[in-house]
């Protein structure tokens, strides 16, 4: 119970947005900076670590992009939390494919994690991939961000509402060292930029991404500036109902969200119509919003997976097509996982986007 101190960092009160960013984050006892996460022996796996196909599909969709774009001579990819760098990896050994469009892309890792950072360059062995804490250095466009899982490990604020006042959830440790949930009156600055959101409205509860609302401005700036788009794929729901989604995952079980700190991941469920109501905010043109299943579908992984059985013995062609199964599913990723694409480019025809 006193490593429970820890993560308070000297605070005798904190919002659970700064708390949690203490458990994930913290350069010695965060959880994304002590241990790996992913895989079939860490706590979670990613659609990369499921199969190759999703990597490659995103690639894919990376090259129809730029040709959408009139093929320019500048064009900039930058994956959004990296992960292991299984993503990346695959990218780099599908670009080959496409020699016109691999002699001139950039690719730059975002990566808050030191501990992943090393994980990422010991996986991706290229010194043309650079890792950047900011996007100042991108100065010629046009540009794409990617996020697989990226804003659901960014720490959310939650609030509630009773009648007409705000207020918000923190967490403070008792004298036993137990931590205890508090509400107290919500700041003004919060409650006006709730207030803005239509989506929000008629909630009694709130889950607010203040957090990756910062890290989705400074992106969609960059974007203003140099033309492109940002995708992002992400489990979440389209319509908010008043519930906590914060959940705390170890060794692919659910784990009790104050137990196990800093050994047990820590997300909450991304409320993408809350998402689509940022960017339109900030100026963007928005495809639908779709499913993962759609998304790949769209972007032909069922063709490509027939093509790769057909080289395969069975055991293989099997294992290939389970792992489809889990992407695509209703039952494991399909439905849960959707796609959102937000955009500022003189074209509307975008891949995987009717």
Same mark, same amino acid.
């Given at each position: ?59 894919? =969709?990376?090259?129809?992009? =730029? ?42 890792? &975002? ?19 650079? =890792? ?6 991108? #100065? ?26 705000? &207020? ?94 800093? #050994? ?56 290939? &097509? ?9 039952? &494991? ?15 509307? #025809? ?5």
């Amino acid at each position: 119970m006193k490593s429970n101190k820890l993560f308070f960092k000297n605070s005798k009160i904190l919002p659970i947005d700064k708390f949690f960013k203490n458990v994930l984050y913290d350069k010695k006892f965060g959880y994304y900076n002590s241990r790996i996460p992913f895989g079939e022996k860490g706590d979670f796996i990613t659609s990369p670590k499921i199969s190759n196909l999703f990597s490659e599909i995103i690639a894919i =969709w990376i090259v129809a992009c =730029w040709e959408s774009f009139g093929k320019p001579k500048n064009f900039n990819i930058i994956e959004l939390g990296p992960g292991d760098g299984s993503l990346t990896d695959v990218l780099i050994r599908s670009f080959k494919q496409f020699p016109e469009f691999n002699s001139i892309k950039k690719i730059f890792l &975002y990566e808050e994690s030191n501990y992943l950072k090393k994980i990422q360059k010991r996986k991706i062995s290229n010194n043309k991939i650079k =890792w950047i804490k900011n996007f100042n250095e991108i #100065k010629k466009g046009p540009i794409i961000f990617f996020g697989n899982e990226f804003f659901d490990a960014i720490p959310i604020k939650q609030f509630k509402r009773v009648k007409n006042s705000f &207020y918000e959830k923190y967490y403070t440790l008792d004298n036993n060292y137990k931590i205890k949930e508090i509400f107290k009156k919500a700041s003004n600055t919060d409650v006006k930029e709730i207030k803005s959101y239509k989506t929000l409205r008629n909630l009694n509860f709130i889950e607010f991404p203040k957090s990756g609302f910062q890290e989705l401005l400074k992106i969609s700036q960059k974007i203003s500036k140099l033309k492109g788009c940002i995708l992002m794929i992400d489990y979440g729901y389209f319509k908010p109902n008043n519930k906590n989604t914060l959940q705390s995952v170890m060794k692919h079980k659910k784990n009790n969200l104050l137990k196990n700190l800093g #050994k047990a991941d820590v997300t909450a469920h991304v409320n993408f119509a809350l998402l689509n109501e940022f960017f339109i905010k900030n100026g963007f043109k928005i495809k639908n919003i779709i499913t993962q299943r759609q998304f790949l579908e769209n972007m032909g992984i069922i063709e490509r997976a027939r093509i790769l059985a057909g080289k395969m013995k069975f055991s293989e062609q099997s294992d290939l &097509y389970f792992r489809i199964q889990r992407l695509l599913s209703p039952r &494991y990723m399909g439905e849960l996982f959707k796609v959102i694409l937000a955009y500022k480019f003189e074209t509307n #025809k975008i891949a995987g986007f009717k």
